[in-house]
T-cell receptor, first 115, second 110 residues
């Protein structure tokens, strides 16, 4: 596709359920990022991949959050035993290279609501 | 102290005026600075990047960087109602991900 694709667009989960959010980056993009954006806040960094390697996961808020990118393309963010405070928009972004000046392209996000 | 600080606003300006958005950051080793625009319910889109001290102009937008004072600003000339959005300041250090401020909401009235 032409841009970063995320699915599902909306997800409603009951507290305690596990969820999996998918990100399909732009073809050939080396770097992939996950962000969490709560209402009225800026995006908060969660984790970063360069190809299949997870180089930084310092932003993951707890061990209930897990991300993978096994073949260096599609990535999945998994949240186990969801809590109400996990309700947010989860944004995925990719960039062609890994340099600090690289432009990030964002997907439309997955809006997660935990009831 | 957060790495990137922005006044959340809202900043209200009349159509045709200059909107001035400001951002300060705490880590002097930050190397790259960005302004993203985010419409309600949409994802952020890059509007300006700046890497060295001084001004950088692109159409109606001017980004200003002052590394000694650790601030970045964005000026929008001839503001239009379509500029009404949240403006996110972001920075990046070598080998790290983009770090965002919480954003400033701009409202341009016609």
């Amino acid at each position: 596709g032409a841009g970063v694709s995320q699915s599902p667009r909306y997800k409603v989960a009951k507290r305690g359920q596990d969820v999996a959010l998918r990100c399909d980056p732009i073809s050939g993009h080396v770097s992939l990022f996950w962000y969490q954006q709560a209402l009225g806040q800026g995006p908060e960094f969660l984790t970063y991949f360069q190809n299949e390697a997870q180089l930084d996961k310092s932003g993951l808020p707890s061990d209930r959050f897990f991300a993978e990118r096994p073949e260096g393309s599609v990535s999945t963010l998994k949240i186990q035993r969801t809590q109400q405070e996990d309700s947010a928009v989860y944004l995925c972004a990719s960039s062609l290279g890994s340099g600090g000046s690289e432009k990030l392209f964002f997907g439309s996000g997955t809006q997660l609501s935990v009831l | 102290q957060k790495e990137v600080e922005q006044n959340s606003g809202p900043l209200s300006v009349p159509e045709g005026a200059i909107a001035s958005l400001n951002c300060t950051y705490s880590d002097r080793v930050s190397q790259s600075f960005f302004w993203y625009r985010q419409y309600s319910g949409k994802s952020p889109e890059l509007i300006m990047s700046i890497y060295s001290n001084g001004d950088k102009e692109d159409g109606r937008f001017t980004a200003q960087l002052n590394k000694a004072s650790q601030y970045v600003s964005l000026l929008i000339r001839d503001s239009q109602p379509s500029d009404s959005a949240t403006y996110l300041c972001a920075l990046r250090k070598a080998g790290t991900a983009l770090i965002f401020g919480k954003g400033t909401t701009l409202s341009v009235s016609s």
